[in-house]
Each structure stands twice: as C-alpha cells, then as structure tokens.
C-alpha cells in the first residue's frame, strides 16, 4: 500500500533538463566541441553534478580543473535560472492531492539543497513536502538506490510502501535497485524496454499519477 511518494526534482517536478543541457552546450560552444542533446540524454541525464562534471572534463578535454567548472558551471546556471524554469504540468495539483489525501511527501534529488530549495519556493510548493534529501547527504549517487533509501528512512516507511516518480534510466535503476516501486513520466527521453520493465508504469504526465493512485 502506498503510503509515500518520493519525487524527483529535475526533469520530473521542473522542466530542467533542457537547462543542464544548455549549460553543457554553452561550455562545448567556448571550447570548440559539438555537445548535442543526444550526448547529454545518453551520457549525463539524470546522473550527479559530481560525476557529471569530471565526465565532462575528461571525455571533451575540458581545460579546467574540478573547482574552475564547478564555478564555471554555477554563473552559467545562475543566469540561466534568473530567466525563470517552469513547473512541470500537474505538480502542484498532485502535491495538493497528495497532501488532501495524507500521502508523506518528499524530494529526493541529486541537486544541492540551497538551489533545489530556491526552486521550490520561488513556484510556491516548498511546503507542500514533508522532507527532503539531496545529493551530498549520501556517498553514491544514482543509479545506485542510497537516496531512495534515505527518503524512505527520513519518512519512517518502508520501501514497499513508497512510491518513486522519476524521469531518467538512472533513477529507475536507483529505485528498482532499493526495491521501490517506480513510475516514469520521461522527460527528454523514454526509458529503453529494459528500464521501461522495472516500472509499474510509465505516464504521460504528473496529471495521470493521480489516477493511478485512485486505481491501486
């Protein structure tokens, strides 16, 4: 029984994966690469800032150190964001049904907390979570299931009675791997057959997770 949602934040509750592909193609663009949305939805979707980035580093012989790109990175990000990131279609709906309907809620994200927090806040859903737990506070990220099991302890559930809703491969390996149970609403990409099996569904929006909620 569902007693728990677990959500994604990027790709899944904002529509921000199309600006982390922007920031890898601006830095291809300064340095003379091609980076198409192709390389970031097979290479960099869904995955830790901190792996993300030394992957950049080394694949594209990026000539920055570690910390250089990290702030490098975050200027390109801040302006980016200054231009506003829309909230995905039907996710303060369902988080007003979830919490009417006495669902714990909570975000569990690769990001760091002051930027997922800002997010947040500025489209007015901040409160309507319970908790949350971001990439820093566990030692592996995704695809590996580490934060899904934290959210799941920092509720007081067990994972078979949460529910996961992500939009990346690697987040439905994390949570199939904490044998969470796991709906895709894709976001650049659809999960592949073998990822699209270790869902119970995959829908077409934040809108349908509602009805599924109704029928099971």
């Known amino acids: 029984m569902t007693k728990a949602v677990i959500f994604d934040l990027d790709g899944l509750l904002f529509d921000s994966e199309i600006t982390s592909f922007k920031i890898y193609k601006e830095i291809g663009d300064r340095f003379g690469f091609e980076f198409t949305l192709d390389d970031f939805t097979k290479n960099f979707s869904g995955q830790p800032?901190?792996?993300n980035v030394p992957y950049a580093i080394e694949k594209y012989h990026i000539p920055w150190s570690l910390e250089e790109a990290l702030k490098e990175i975050d200027i390109i990000e801040t302006r980016l964001l200054s231009e506003g990131i829309e909230l995905k279609p039907g996710a303060k709906e369902l988080l007003e049904y979830?919490?009417?309907n006495n669902y714990k809620t909570i975000v569990a994200s690769s990001s760091v907390r002051d930027r997922a927090i800002n997010l947040l806040t500025q489209h007015g859903i901040v409160d309507l979570f319970d908790e949350f737990v971001f990439g820093p506070e566990v030692k592996r990220g995704k695809p590996n299931p580490d934060i899904f099991l934290k959210a799941a302890?920092?509720?007081g559930e067990t994972p078979e009675n949460c529910l996961v809703l992500e939009d990346s491969e690697a987040?439905?390996?994390a949570a199939y791997s904490a044998n969470i149970p796991v709906i895709c609403i894709p976001d650049l990409k659809r999960p592949s057959e073998e990822f699209e099996n270790k869902t119970?569904?995959?829908?077409k929006s934040l809108d349908e997770v509602r009805i599924y909620l109704n029928k099971n």
């Open 200 to 203: 119970v569904a995959v829908l």
């Open 171 to 173: 987040g439905i390996q």
């Open 98 to 100: 979830l919490k009417q």
């Open 49 to 51: 800032l901190m792996r």
């Open 153 to 155: 302890e920092k509720l």
